[in-house]
Structures are given as structure tokens and as C-alpha cells.
């Protein structure tokens, strides 16, 4: 019986056939009208005109017909002998895993497989993924999926069959393809850079004579732990390696931790002091010099964060080893009187000057800000401090502030800050390098013309387009720094005594009362700020709690619980608006206790999460809770976490927690 297509093509005929019928008809009606006589001839010739286009088009039609049915019988015939024969395994089956059919090429490939509960499952997943896309217009199927040691694509088309869908698969080996491709990724290159942190200070504090040793040593150890993993290595300066290797050994490297940064450190002659490298490895890039340039950014990134670690960049993002050992404090203060110059340049050329804090500010990030804001005024320049955030955390500071009219116009809230600044703004960003954790964000993108002064640890989300950087993790605190960017001002800077004493107070929150991470610069940026008349017990007040406040941080030391022997952790379960100040103080209060080595305070802020977590330097809290999402310093950090439960961000801390244990115990 013909088919859809046949019956078009009949019709077609019979069309064409009449159109010349009519043609006919309409010349004899003329030869008629013109000649009556050849009226009966011209009738007797348009019926046998007729029976022979009947007969002529029934005998095409039945040629034509068989002529169809015969070309589809073979290329039905073609066809199934193409999937009898197929050169790919085959098979026809029905969703709830009744195979209907399957080829001999299906049946040899999978003879010693268990096939049978393979494609079962597989047919659950396929049903499962027809259903969730009903929309699939084409009704085609594509997947992977590895089978014994071979890894194989899936294609195919299903239809709707009663209860169940019926299933064509098509199963292609692919594993020799992906073997290549994994070794195409695996032969790319990676490039590293390796730099001496400490390469100066080491040679100043050993003799003359040991110096060729130690570095002998070092170059050694470098060159023997890059030939584990057949790396070339090249001296680019005095203290910096170039090292380039294939990316096949880049996991392993990982799983060791980069263990060169140990070994380092074990060196015989550096007893006196211990040497610590910073390695970046850009994974990477379109050409090896990208890859270069990645490194150098990863490096400067390691460097930001203390040294003695590793940074990996890749797949977009980076990724850190080590980082365990306390910041050493650099003995001399060029960088210091290096930036005060520039900063008065920058200063002077500018419109006017604006400086930030970080979200949520505090008495480091404020006494900072009134240190620059004073620098500015010293050089004639308008300038305003961004205050945006409320709380607890500078309440008492800001109250005794805004009592003089000159702080009062000049600490600015958002919006003003918003309609002050202009493309000729200074920007001075204190306490902070992360773009999406000062106070205004949008006040970054409003000028080109943004300078940072900081003491945290590097994170990957630092701001990008600053034209001069402080960025000294050593330093007790940003309000160090900027004392010491004060004293070598070039014209002197008269501070006033709330100014000296919002410096001092910096320092002293961020020390703990000068008792954690403290050195001799911060010490003599202390008696500078002394000089300057600051009044100890006025700034003391400023970090006093309310009863409440107090009761609130002893229910958190009441409710602690120890892990490990020596960690406390504890929670905050009240959605309070100082509620991170609150946790700040109450891991603060923990380390007090005595066996307490680290303390970590969780609590809830609106709809996110905050840990606070503290060290006296034996745990390095900030590894941990950057493994959150945080950063800090090795015995200060903090963390923020989404999505989650007070109850589950702690049994991810500590998780976090005995990962650490085990990478260091390691």
C-alpha cells in the first residue's frame, strides 16, 4: 500500500495530466468554433484522448508503485542489516531494563561484564533524565559512562512505548580518545616561581664563611626535590627559581604538601634563623608566558600571606600549602619612608581624599583612618572618614568623635561618601585588601586612584587596580604602619590627642594589650604615639563592656566545649546585630583559660554565619577557617558562612579542624 510520500507522487502525475487535458480541451473548442464540421471528430478524439491518459496513467502509476516498494524493501534490508552488523555495539531495550534486542557486536563487548545491572542502572537514569526533560523535541540520548576499564558515549533515541520508553543505544569506546586528550593536559606545562623569604636577614645573622654553605644547600635542595618530578629549575636572581614541569605532577606535588617547604627549614646551618620559600605555580594560560605572569601574581599573593607556603592557580582558582610558620618581622623601615613619600605625592595631586575601613569597622580600621585623615589635613587637603556600618564594635568612639565639630563633618556615612568622591579622589583603603569587604564597595569603582594599607594575609579577592600598596603581614596592625607613615612624613604632622589615641587604641586591640604578635616596631610605634600625648586610661574605656554585654560573653565561655585537648569552640545562638563582636570577645575570653591553645566562637548574623577564631600561635587559625571562606593572621581570624545552620558550620569546623591536625601531624 503506498505510503504518504507514494501518494504525493501520484497525485503529482495526475495533476500534470490534467492540465494537459485541459490544454486540449480548449484547442478543439476552437478548431469547433471556428468549423462547426469538425464538432463530432473533435468529441470522437477527446474520449480516445481521454482512455489512452487513464491507461497511459495507470501503467506509470503501477511502475512507479513498484518501483518504490522495491527501492524501500532495500533500503529497509540496508537498514537492518546496517544495525545487524553494526560496527558499534547495539541495543534496543525498554526503560524498566527489559532488553528487547542487542547486537552480536553488543553481546562479544560486554561478554564478561555484567552488563545485565550495568545497563539496568543506566536505564534508571535514562528514564529518570526523560522525565525531568519532558521538553527533548529530538528524543535523543547522550551520555558517558565507564564500564570495566573502558569509558564509552551513549547516544541514542527514545520513543514512548505504552507504560515504559523504548531505548536505541549506540555504545561508542572512546577510551583511546580521552587517553589522548588526558595525555595532551598531562604533557602541558606548568611553570613555578620559587623565592628565599628571608634570603637577606639569613645572610646577615650567619658568618661570612658559612654563607656559600647555606646557600649551596638551598640550591640543592631546590635542584634534588625538582628533579622527583623531572622539573627544570633556572637561578632567575640572587633568591628567586624558575621551575618548569609537567602538569602530570602537579597532584602529586599537592599531595605532598610541597614538602621542599619542610625541608627547607631543616637545613643544618639555619639554626640561627629558619628559612621559609614561597613557591607559586600557575597551571594555567595560553602560552607559557601567561603562565609566567599567573606565577608572579600567585607569588606576590604567597608573599601577602607571611610566606613559607605554596600557591596553585588553577581552573580559575588558587589554591594554598603550608602557611603554618609565625611572620617574621623585617628589621628595617626603607618600604616604611619609601610609601610615606609617596603617599604625599599621591596626597597632594589629589581633588580631595577619601579613606575606608572594612565592614563592620573597628578601632584598628578607624584609628588607621584617623591617622590618614590627619596626614591630609597636615597637607591641606579636604578629606573625610567613611563610617557606614553601626554596633557595638566603635560605639564608644565614636560617641566621644562626633562630640568635636571637626570629626563630626568629617567621619561620613555612604551616601555622602557616594556624592563626595570623584575620578581625582584619593582612596585610601585601611585594614583591609578585599574588594567586597570594605565598607563601600561601590566607592572602588568611582576612581582610579586607590591606595591600600593593610596587615592581613593576602586573599585571592584582593583589590586589583591599587596604584601604591602597604601590604606588611608582620605588622601587628594597620595603625602600626600608619604610624610609621607618619613619622617619616617629610612635613610633620601635628596628631591631635584623639588621633594619637585612636592609633594606640589600634594597636593595642589588635596585640591584645601588646600581647600577641608584637615587635620591636610596634613597640616604637607605641612611644611615638605616647609622645603625642595619648591617655592610656581614656583609651582603655573605649574597649569596656557593658554588664550585659559581659554576661553574654561568660554564657559563651560557660557553654564551651573542648576537642583535641586544647581547642574550645562555642556558640552565640542569638540573632544579635553586634553579634559578631560578641563572638570576637567571647574567643578572646576562651584563650585565656589555660591548656586552651585555640578558640573558635560561632554565631548567627542575619542570615549568615560568623566564626571567630583565636591563637596563642601553636594553631594556625587562620588555614583553618580560610578552608571556610575567612582569612586573618595565624592568631586572629574570622569567617562568614551561607547556607548553613549554627549546628552544621560547627561540625564542618571541625572537620576543618582535624583536617589541619592531620596536615601538620603529616
Known sequence: MPNKSNKKIFEGLVSKTKIYLVVIAILLILICVLNTKYIIPSIIAYILILLYAYWSNKKRTSELSEHIQDLTFHVDRAARNTMINSPFPLVIAQTNGNILWKSDKFSKEFANTDIKNILGELLKQIKLEIENNPENAEKTINKEQKIENKIYKIIGKYVKSKEEYMVTLYFLDETDILEMEQEYQDSQICVGIIMIDNFEEVKQRIEDEEKPILIAQIEKSIYDWASTFKGLVLKSERDTFVCVFEKRYLEELEEKKFNILDTIKELELSNKIEITLSISVAAEGDSNYEKYKSAQSGLDIALGRGGDQAVVRKEGKYYFFGGRTQEVEKLTKVKARIVSHALEELIENAENVIVMGHINGDMDSIGASMGLYSLAKSLNKEAYIVYNSTGANLQNFIEVA??????????????????????????????????????????????????????????????????????????????????????????????????????????????????????????????????????????????????????????????????????????????????????????????????????????????????????????????????????????????????????????????????????VSG
Open 402 to 663: 562626633t562630640q568635636e565639630k571637626e570629626y563630626d563633618e568629617a567621619i561620613i556615612n555612604k551616601s555622602e561618601a557616594l556624592s563626595k568622591i570623584t575620578s581625582e579622589t584619593l582612596l585610601i583603603v585601611v585594614d583591609t585588601h578585599k574588594k567586597n569587604y570594605v565598607e563601600v564597595p561601590e566607592l572602588l569603582e568611582e576612581t582610579s586612584k586607590i591606595v591600600i594599607i593593610d596587615h592581613h594575609r593576602k586573599s585571592p579577592d584582593y583589590i586589583e587596580n591599587a596604584i601604591l600598596t602597604f601590604h606588611e603581614v608582620y605588622a601587628s596592625s594597620t595603625s602600626e604602619l600608619v604610624t610609621e607613615i607618619l613619622e617619616y612624613a617629610t612635613k610633620p604632622v601635628e596628631l591631635t590627642t584623639l588621633e594619637a589615641e585612636s592609633l594606640y587604641a589600634g594597636i593595642m586591640m589588635d596585640t591584645k594589650n601588646f600581647t600577641f604578635k608584637t615587635g620591636v616596631r610596634t613597640f616604637e610605634a607605641a612611644a611615638y604615639l605616647r609622645k603625642c600625648g595619648v591617655d592610656i586610661i581614656r583609651v582603655k574605656k573605649w574597649f569596656q563592656s557593658d554588664l550585659k554585654t559581659y554576661n553574654k560573653i561568660s554564657k559563651i565561655v560557660e557553654k564551651a566545649e573542648i576537642i583535641n585537648d586544647n581547642i574550645a569552640i562555642s556558640t552565640y545562638e542569638k540573632n544579635d546585630k553586634d553579634t559578631n563582636i560578641i563572638c570576637a570577645k567571647g574567643a578572646d575570653e576562651l584563650l585565656t583559660i589555660s591548656d586552651i591553645t585555640a578558640s573558635f566562637v560561632i554565631g548567627k548574623l542575619g542570615d549568615k554565619v560568623c566564626i571567630s577564631g583565636r591563637s596563642i600561635g601553636d594553631i594556625n587559625v587562620q588555614v583553618i577557617l580560610e578552608k571556610l571562606g575567612g582569612g586573618g593572621h595565624i592568631t586572629l581570624a574570622g569567617a562568614q558562612v551561607e547556607g548553613m545552620t549554627i549546628e552544621e558550620v560547627k561540625q564542618e569546623l571541625i572537620i576543618r579542624i582535624n583536617e589541619y591536625l592531620l596536615e
